[in-house]
């Protein structure tokens, strides 16, 4: 990690963690835990409640969660606010060491983990974790950050604190995933993303899907029913190699999860979902959230009887179409894996890490250094991702 400054925080001090075992005690800071999203330093949908009160009572009931809080006085308000808030999840081994560790709770379907931090405190909060960390009753347990933006802000202002900490931190497994950014026109970004053989070789199967029968493109609307919307996709996906393998939402009995997340994200206006249907039946669908500018690619099915016909690519198509005409998204995070369908068709990558931090009171450092050890080995034989 490169040890870089963590933002500034006048008009900020004192701040204070409180340790949450019982999410309910967060329910009644919705509204604070909405406001720290729209002013953290990296977009980050998976943590902010719609998303994570859902994932929470449907997902995590087995778990063991300490949601670390801070709180931190805002002397230009004259009161107290959010700072940020890290939801770990207590594990008591780590890659079969018996070893406590709080781990930001990444769970199927969370795709990203960077903790909401408030972007005008980051230093003070970040400062405040890492003594915490050193003095608590965690003092002796490791911290991971998994799932964290390799190049982005959140990363650099931790190294910045662990280094001012004395702490011990490591990457232990790095990928990239695909990313988008517009272009001046969908043609334009089109163009360069994408060979022209490929994009030839779409339209040819386009111009055959629609010797099928009517193809319409659409996305959810203000007026649209979505949860009909909803039901579809849970319906499509169940119908493919998911459902065969009883991975699908729906096969898992997750369809609560999805359809109350959903619903929240769609009441917020953080919900874009669009579908290619023929005559009328959806064969390809697809679910992102937004973030302020950002969006994040969360969920695709398709129709699996027509697949030689690509459908889900011509979908991303007309998605990648959308977001030009739009102009409400700065870049859009695929949320996927190398080698997925996204990296054919989206030109730039985003490179995702996983941190473990040991602090001062871990018992000279060994296992992070051990981890350290381990990441050189491993990274010199895995694949570029």
């Not at 390799?150 to 232990?172: D, K, N, Q, Y």
């Not at 939402?249 to 919900?271: I, K, N, V």
């Not at 579908?275 to 679910?287: E, F, S």
Request: glycine share 8%; net charge positive; proline share 4%.
């Amino acid at each position: 990690m490169n040890a870089e400054g963590g933002g500034a925080h006048e008009g900020f001090a004192d701040p204070r963690i409180h340790v949450v075992a019982d999410v309910s005690e967060l329910e009644h800071r919705v509204d604070e835990w909405t406001e720290l999203a729209r002013e953290c330093l990296e977009p980050n949908p998976f943590f902010e409640p719609f998303f994570l009160l859902p994932a929470l009572a449907y997902l995590g009931r087995r778990e063991t969660f300490r949601f670390v809080v801070i709180d931190i006085a805002d002397r230009r308000l004259g009161r107290r606010v959010l700072g940020g808030i890290f939801p770990f999840q207590l594990k008591r081994h780590y890659r079969g060491v018996p070893v406590s560790v709080l781990t930001l709770w990444a769970h199927r379907y969370c795709f990203l983990a960077t903790p909401l931090v408030r972007t005008s405190c980051v230093a003070l909060c970040l400062d405040a974790l890492c003594e915490w960390h050193a003095q608590g009753p965690f003092r002796r347990a490791l911290l991971e950050f998994g799932e964290v933006h390799g190049g982005g802000p959140f990363l650099s202002a931790l190294a910045a604190s662990v280094e001012r900490a004395g702490h011990t931190a490591v990457t232990t497994s790095r990928y990239r995933r695909a990313l988008l950014r517009p272009a001046a026109s969908a043609e334009e970004y089109e163009a360069a993303a994408i060979p022209a053989r490929r994009r030839r070789e779409c339209q040819r199967r386009l111009k055959r899907l629609r010797e099928r029968g009517s193809v319409a493109f659409s996305d959810l609307g203000a007026g649209d029913d979505p949860a009909s919307w909803f039901r579809a996709f849970l319906t499509l996906e169940r119908s493919g190699w998911k459902g065969r393998r009883g991975s699908a939402m729906l096969a898992r009995g997750h369809d609560g999860f999805f359809e109350e997340m959903a619903d929240g994200a769609h009441a917020r206006g953080q919900l874009g979902m669009s579908q290619l249907a023929i005559d009328g039946r959806p064969v390809a669908m697809g679910c992102r959230l937004r973030s302020g500018r950002a969006a994040f690619w969360f969920k695709m099915a398709y129709d699996e009887a027509i697949a030689r016909y690509s459908p889900g690519i011509l979908l991303e198509l007309h998605n990648i179409r959308r977001v030009h005409e739009r102009r409400e998204i700065e870049w859009a995070d695929s949320c996927g894996k190398p080698g997925d369908l996204f990296t054919s068709i989206w030109s730039e990558r985003r490179e995702m890490r996983t941190v473990l931090v040991g602090s001062t009171s871990f018992p000279s450092g060994a296992f992070a250094k051990t981890e350290a050890a381990w990441s050189r080995l491993t990274s010199t034989n895995r694949r570029d991702r």
